[in-house]
């Protein structure tokens, strides 16, 4: 599946409803560790059919990063059943990010 | 299984330039390209003394031009980090996950990481409000107070680019000095939102659980503890060489692979070492794509001797 591109509109209806767990990236253009991560959730969606995937940029979506206390870019939310249930920040390997998902699937 | 002639460990200016140059030569390296694609130049953001870009170069935009340069030579670069290599018979062993790759020769290209205080609460407040990577995170810090503790280079260009953001950045320095070059020093010194404080350690992050709401300080001349309110802990107190993967199999000396003078060799024959894993003392983007040119061209005479 396709990485959702959150906003403000969509997140409550795309995140907080979603009835699969929903990994969430808040990144920005300009920063390079973000850059190494994007494809990783790419492939990761394409991969996995049992979690959805998000990414909010926070140059555009201030408020959304501001409500979510994100101090620090890539930082990743995974929500489940609405409820933030894991949070964590900086690039990491594809194979370690997706065995921190599978946790909570 | 296929033996390559050439396996390259690390994607930095040292990892890429070894690339470029020995897939010119027709060896055909592979490059694993290692946790940190691209190396540390990923963090940055503009760099102005790259020579060849009059008006500076994005540095994530810089890792991808070199990547793309090696490419067009047949380097087959590979976004996975090595799990463990085995130098002790030949063909070396390199092995990533349940894969073996097996070649007659290694540049090792790996760099260096940043260095963290080990400090209480440092851990637990990463990603909220504790950072090593101003041109990431400095975006956050509109109008607050932010504190960085260092004293290089970095240290004081972490603290010059925050001034865009914070309203105040206090800068910790263990020792009576600054170490960083001096245009840096002067630049940092004539920001009015910058404070040095000398003799000054920090001992604890402190926090609400959300994120972080102060420092636990001690004054190292008098002993003298108190705490302080900030926003944010930048941490920039240098950068240690990444030897896990050569650890007891190649000599290291402060941490860092030893190559002999003058050349990119490493205490085993046919393993050659570029860029930040053994330099401790220059540490630029272009002394590592030189080192990296190095190698390229001395493990090409070496594997030419060979045959």
């Known amino acids: 599946m396709s990485v959702l591109h959150l906003t403000k509109e969509s997140f409550d209806q795309s995140v907080l409803h979603a009835e699969k767990p929903v990994l969430v990236d808040f990144w920005a253009p300009w920063c390079g560790p973000c850059q190494m991560m994007s494809p990783v959730i790419d492939g990761l969606a394409e991969e996995m059919e049992t979690a959805v995937f998000g990414k909010v940029n926070v140059d555009e979506e201030q408020v959304l990063a501001q409500e979510h206390n994100i101090l620090s870019i890539p930082t990743f939310l995974i929500y489940k059943h609405g409820q933030v249930v894991d949070q964590f920040s900086g690039a990491m390997k594809k194979e370690d990010l997706q065995s921190r998902l599978e946790k909570h699937l | 299984m296929e033996t390559r002639r050439l396996i390259i460990i690390g994607s930095g200016p040292a990892g890429y330039?070894?690339?470029?140059?020995?897939?010119?030569?027709?060896?055909?390296?592979?490059?694993?390209?290692?946790?940190?694609?691209?190396?540390?130049?990923?963090w940055t953001t503009e760099v102005e003394n790259f020579p060849g870009f009059?008006?500076?170069?994005?540095?994530?935009?810089l890792m991808d031009r070199c990547r793309k340069q090696a490419e067009r030579f047949e380097a087959e670069v590979v976004d996975t980090s090595v799990d463990h290599i085995d130098l002790s018979h030949k063909p070396f062993v390199v092995k990533v996950g349940d894969q073996e790759h097996h070649?007659?020769?290694?540049?090792?290209?790996?760099?260096?990481?940043?260095?963290?205080?080990g400090i209480p609460g440092e851990e637990?407040?990463?990603g909220r409000g504790v950072s090593a990577c101003a041109t990431c995170d400095g975006f956050f810090f509109r109008g607050k107070n932010v504190v960085v503790v260092g004293a290089g280079d970095a240290a004081l260009e972490e603290a010059t680019f925050l001034t865009k953001f914070a309203n105040k950045i206090t800068v910790f320095v263990r020792s009576g000095e600054m170490r960083g070059s001096k245009p840096l020093q002067d630049r940092a010194k004539e920001e009015d939102k910058i404070h040095i404080i000398y003799f000054t350690e920090v001992k604890e992050v402190l926090g609400d659980g959300q994120k972080v709401t102060g420092l636990k300080i001690i004054n190292n001349q008098t002993g003298e503890e108190s705490e302080i309110a900030t926003d944010g802990l930048f941490v920039t107190i240098g950068h240690k060489p990444n030897t896990e993967l050569v650890e007891g199999k190649l000599d290291l000396t402060k941490g860092y692979l030893v190559t002999e003078p003058g050349s990119s060799k490493t205490s085993v024959e046919g393993v050659f070492a570029a860029g930040d894993v053994a330099d401790w003392k220059y540490r630029q983007a272009i002394t590592a794509a030189g080192s990296g040119c190095m190698a390229a061209l001395d493990c090409q005479r070496w594997l030419s001797e060979k045959e």
């Open chain 2, 17 to 42: 330039t070894a690339a470029i140059y020995a897939a010119r030569a027709g060896l055909k390296p592979l490059v694993f390209a290692g946790p940190q694609k691209g190396g540390q130049l990923m």
């Open chain 2, 54 to 61: 009059p008006d500076g170069v994005m540095g994530p935009e």
């Open chain 2, 103 to 117: 070649a007659d020769s290694l540049i090792i290209a790996t760099g260096a990481s940043a260095k963290w205080l």
């Open chain 2, 124 to 126: 637990e407040y990463k």
